[in-house]
């Protein structure tokens, strides 16, 4: 292939190809754990687990994105990228076939195999978008965010269904092995292990849908304690810290405040609750749409994003008749958020090292501070034996929320001793 067929990319659908590997592998991370809370019910009643056990069998990994993403990018350092995802994707695997194959400790320890897995791959997904698509980053991180919410809905609807005809088990090994495996073909095909790009031969073919330029190298001394002394990455962490806790407190409990506060049944209130997943569908979609053809700037986009999440806990407080359009309003935005935020990530580090490092603080303060968000509102609401002051809660976190987003968004400085006329391209640790 000449160096012009290159640049111009073969016809479709070889320019999609990268984008779909890894769509594929942000989908398999994510399938293992949504199957699981509608079955929770008949798992603890066949494996007799308290209420307590029943809520490690969701928490567990969530507090693995926490805890273990500093461990995670460090492991990442070392392997790259390319190895780095299916190392991700095999940990997910055994861990889905472990946790589906014995009693209550086979099921906990899959479980945190499973949470370790993700934790890997949720760092592996923004740094190939900054590597292999920083052209089209809102773009990509916004199909990224989309496909695992596809999935989790997914997988949320036909979890019961498919336990109904061949038990619980066989249904959270399905989730956890068949798009974990078909996306671990795909990945070692595209991302061949020990090296540090895409297949060179696809990346040809695709042209112009990735990004070919040369890859620079830079030492990177001393770079956790440069990040954590940049004001924008702790102000990106607490952004995404009032998101997750949010967005997790909500999850859990707004079926629960549906049925209170409109007098709903238990599955009527279910449903309801789920516009509020549904349409973090088509959020992440709206990212690409006001960066690239709106041209807002990244202050605004944020503004209105967060703006709109607020709407649902708001609109519960003042008039909890208008769930549906309220859930509608930010279910949109809850989506759109994360999308937002990691396209600013992306867009503000100037190496893969900064950007695995940035994208572990933020990770690692979010997905601790989610892990409180369910258990905060249950205990306020115990105590209070009412919605408003939870919702307050929610409120709160979304106004922490919003004003790091915005000040991380102002912020135009660069990680302390970072070479501020260094290419505004990623370039290999």
Same mark, same amino acid.
Do not use: K
């Given at each position: ?42 798992? &603890? ?217 409109? &007098? ?66 930010? &279910? ?98």
């Amino acid at each position: 292939m000449s160096l012009r067929d290159a640049r111009r990319g073969s016809p479709y659908p070889w320019t999609l190809v990268p984008g779909v590997v890894f769509l594929l592998f942000a989908s398999g991370l994510r399938a293992p754990i949504t199957g699981v809370p509608p079955l929770v019910g008949a798992i &603890g009643e066949d494996l007799a687990l308290s209420s307590v056990g029943q809520g490690l069998l969701t928490s567990i990994p969530v507090l693995c994105f926490g805890v273990l993403t500093p461990l995670a990018s460090s492991l990442l350092r070392r392997t790259g990228l390319n190895t780095g995802g299916a190392c991700a994707l095999a940990l997910v695997v055994l861990g889905s076939v472990v946790r589906s194959s014995g009693g209550t400790a086979l099921l906990f320890v899959g479980t945190a195999l499973i949470g370790v897995g993700i934790t890997i791959g949720n760092l592996v997904a923004p740094m190939v978008i900054g590597r292999d698509f920083r052209r089209r980053a809102a773009l990509m991180t916004g199909l990224y965010t989309s496909s695992i919410n596809v999935i989790v809905t997914a997988s949320t609807a036909l979890a019961v269904p498919v336990a109904t005809w061949v038990g619980w088990r066989a249904s959270i090994a399905v989730w956890g092995t068949v798009p974990v495996i078909v996306a671990a073909l795909t990945w070692l095909w595209a991302y061949p292990p020990r090296s540090d790009t895409i297949r060179p031969s696809l990346a040809a073919r695709a042209g112009l849908w990735v990004d070919r330029e040369p890859v620079l190298r830079v030492e990177a001394p001393g770079l956790w304690g440069r990040i954590l002394g940049w004001r924008p990455a702790w102000l990106l962490a607490s952004a995404f810290a009032g998101h997750t806790f949010s967005y997790y407190a909500m999850a859990a409990w707004l079926p629960t405040s549906l049925g209170d506060l409109s &007098g709903m049944g238990q599955g009527a209130a279910g449903a309801a609750a789920s516009v509020f997943q549904l349409t973090g569908i088509l959020g992440p979609l709206t990212v690409p749409v006001m960066f690239s053809v709106l041209h807002w700037s990244d202050r605004t986009v944020l503004a209105v994003i967060s703006a709109a999440w607020a709407v649902l806990p708001v609109g519960l407080l003042v008039l909890p008749s208008g769930w549906l359009v309220w859930s509608l309003v930010s &279910g949109v935005a809850q989506g759109a958020f994360f999308t937002a935020l990691f396209t600013l990530v992306i867009r503000r580090t100037r190496s893969v090292d900064e950007n695995r490092t940035v994208s572990a603080l933020v990770q690692t303060v979010g997905y601790v501070a989610a892990s409180f968000g369910p258990v905060s509102l249950g205990w306020i609401h115990q105590v209070t034996g009412g919605w408003q002051a939870p919702f307050l809660l929610v409120v709160a976190a979304l106004v922490v929320m919003a004003g790091c987003a915005l000040g991380a968004a102002g912020d135009r400085s660069t990680p302390p001793g970072a070479d501020p006329a260094a290419p505004t391209g990623l370039v290999a640790p």
